[in-house]
C-alpha cells in the first residue's frame, strides 16, 4: 500500500496544471523514492487519486509514451524498469544508482544518445544542467539544493565544465568536450 504524501499532492496540484504526464512521472520519481527504481503503477495510481486524475487517462497517457527500450531512445518517452514506469532507461538506472559523480552521468547520458542518434554536434556536446540535476535527484536520492552544491565542487575540482553558449541552459560536458 502506497502512503501519499500530502505535501507531494499539493506541489503537484499547483505544478501539474496541464497534466503532463512525463512531469508528473519526474515529479513522483523525484521525490518518492521506493526500493526498486522508477514509480511503481500503484504509486502512480494512488497520486492520480488524490489529485483527482482519472486513471483511465493516466493509463493511456503512460501506454502512449512507454517504451521497453532498455537504452536510452530518441523522443520523449518513458521507460519500463521492471514492473515500474521511469524517465530514464533502466541501462541508466544499472549504472548511475547511487553516484554521485557527475561526470559519470554526462559520460553514460551522452555515449547512449550518440549511440542512439550518431555523431552529436558541438554544440549538443553536453547534458542540459537542469537534467542533471534532475537524474542526481533520481539516482542518488539528493535534493535539488545538495546536487547544485556537488555541480559546483565538482566543476571547481574540474571534474566537469559547465559551458554556457547560445543555448538558454547551461550546459554540463566533460572536460575533454570544452570547445
Known amino acids: ?9 499539493d506541489d503537484l496540484s499547483l505544478r501539474d496544471r496541464e497534466y503532463q504526464i512525463d512531469d508528473f512521472v519526474t515529479y513522483l520519481e523525484r ?8 514509480i511503481s ?17 493516466t493509463h493511456a497517457l503512460l ?11 530518441p523522443g520523449n518517452n518513458l521507460y519500463r524498469v521492471g514492473e515500474n514506469v521511469s524517465v530514464y532507461p533502466p541501462s541508466w538506472h544499472e549504472q548511475l544508482s547511487d553516484t ?4 559519470e552521468y554526462v559520460r553514460v547520458m551522452l555515449e ?4 542512439a542518434t550518431g555523431r ?22 539528493l535534493d535539488r539544493e545538495m546536487g547544485e552544491d556537488l555541480l559546483k565542487k565538482q566543476r571547481q575540482e574540474g571534474s566537469i565544465v559547465v559551458f554556457a553558449s547560445q543555448n538558454p541552459e547551461d550546459l554540463v560536458r566533460l572536460p575533454k568536450t570544452e570547445e
Do not use: N
Not at 41 to 57: F, Q, T, V
Not at 120 to 141: C, H, M, N, S, Y
Open 1 to 9: 500500500m502506497v502512503i501519499v504524501d500530502e505535501k507531494l499532492v
Open 31 to 38: 521525490h518518492h523514492h521506493g526500493e526498486e527504481p522508477g
Open 41 to 57: 503503477m500503484e504509486c502512480l495510481d494512488a497520486y492520480a487519486d488524490a489529485l483527482g486524475y482519472d486513471r483511465d487517462r
Open 63 to 73: 501506454e502512449e509514451r512507454l517504451t521497453d527500450s532498455s537504452t536510452w531512445t
Open 100 to 103: 554521485i559523480d557527475i561526470a
Open 112 to 115: 547512449e544518445k550518440v549511440a
Open 120 to 141: 552529436l554536434p558541438p554544440a549538443r556536446r553536453g547534458v542540459p544542467q537542469p537534467d542533471v540535476l534532475t537524474a542526481i535527484e533520481i539516482f542518488a536520492d
